[in-house]
């Protein structure tokens, strides 16, 4: 399916179906190996063709929903066009609140280089005006600062005093949350 959704600078940002599932599933082996201690356990089929075409065909079920939507990253000066990041945006609320989660995640190829950053903001700009979000929270562990600094350039602030906690590789780890409203 690979269909982008949003252009940046230096950027694609796709939504990808399940027959995409071989090229996610490389970019999920390359970006679990660098960003693993801040991840939680992935499932037993994950790295597998099969677990990918069954998760990215749930998540266009929950994107046509209107539940979520993952957008996957490609440089545009990549000649293969391989995935080098992805954004998730899910659990939208679309009642009173009109609010999501945000998460993004980036392969070390990729990273420290602006490109997400760049996603991030377009991201953020899009969740209000196209998805017609009111607010936007990541959850991010303050044990992670170049998470924490990230989510500050992007317009999210940390919410005082409110913490929550995620299960991390075997364990459980306190999240500070971070938002932005508009």
């Known amino acids: 399916m690979n269909t982008t959704i949003l252009t940046t600078e230096r950027l ?4 990808m179906g399940p027959r995409d599932n071989e090229a996610v599933r490389g970019y999920f082996r390359r970006a679990w190996t660098f960003g693993e201690d801040w991840l939680p356990l992935p499932p037993d089929d994950f790295f597998t063709l099969q677990g990918q075409r069954r998760r990215l065909a749930a998540e266009e079920e929950a994107r046509h929903a209107g539940q ?6 490609v440089r545009r000066d990549d000649p293969l066009e391989r995935i080098c990041g992805d954004i998730w945006i899910d659990c939208i609320e679309r009642t009173v609140r009109r609010a999501a989660i945000i998460e993004c995640r980036m392969e070390e190829r990729s ?50 005093g409110v913490m929550c906690w995620r299960r991390i590789g075997l364990g459980w780890v306190e999240h500070q949350v971070y938002a932005v409203e508009w």
Not at 68 to 73: C, D, E, G, I
Not at 119 to 133: C, H
């Open 68 to 73: 979520s939507l993952r957008l996957f990253l």
């Open 12 to 15: 694609w940002l796709r939504v």
């Open 111 to 160: 990273s420290r280089k602006g490109y997400m950053r760049e996603a991030l903001t377009a991201v953020i700009g899009y969740s209000n005006t196209a998805l017609g979000l009111h607010r936007l929270e990541a959850l991010i562990a303050p044990a992670h600062p170049a998470a924490c600094r990230l989510a500050e350039r992007c317009g999210l602030q940390p919410l005082e």
